[in-house]
């Protein structure tokens, strides 16, 4: 049997000039890869190892629940299907919580996927394009600074996970 290994990620500089669209789709695609560069070479049984005591924060769980945020925040900002990429309205927390029996190489498969088609529905809205949440109105401007806030947020989180596993730091 072979052990699966998260593959290595290749990030591209975050972008330092530019018009506004470009800077935050880079400066997301960049925070996407910062958090895949913190998995790379390692092995599912290490994505699966908590922080400490008593969270059940894994590195695992940060790419299944950003899979989910990807999905989430895309589908209000485009009026597409919003759907539970891990868990259900009984369950909440499955991205995070549900991670024992989880398929690692699987769960990387869909965040690929989610990202992807998170790119490709929100390609053809303004910046300006407004939508309703039950929390006010929203742009998609909001939803990309949303999502680079979110990412900047985990991958800190990603960061400890990673030098508890294997003592390795850095950006």
Not at 32 to 39: G, I, W
Not at 41 to 61: F, M, W
Not at 104 to 128: H, N, P, Q, S
Not at 133 to 144: A, D, E, N, Q
Request: hydrophobic share 35%.
């Amino acid at each position: 049997m072979t052990t699966w290994i998260a593959p290595p990620a290749h990030r591209v500089p975050e972008p330092q000039t530019g018009p506004e669209r470009a800077m935050l789709q880079g400066w997301l695609d960049w925070h996407r890869q910062t958090l895949l560069s913190k998995c790379a070479g390692l092995t599912a049984e290490q994505l699966k190892t908590a922080s400490a005591p008593p969270s059940t924060l894994t590195l695992l769980g940060l790419v299944r629940h950003l899979a989910l945020v990807e999905q989430s925040w895309i589908a209000r900002a485009t009026d597409t299907e919003e759907r539970w990429v891990y868990g259900s309205d009984d369950n909440p927390d499955g991205d995070f919580d549900d991670i024992a029996g989880a398929d690692a190489e699987a769960d990387f498969r869909t965040y690929a996927a989610e990202v992807a088609d998170a790119d490709r529905k929100i390609a053809d809205f303004g910046l300006d394009h407004e939508f309703s949440t039950p929390r006010g109105t929203k742009s998609v401007r909001w939803v990309y600074l949303h999502l680079i806030e979110e990412y900047a947020r985990h991958n800190g989180h990603a960061d400890l996970l990673r030098e508890r596993i294997d003592g390795t730091t850095g950006d």
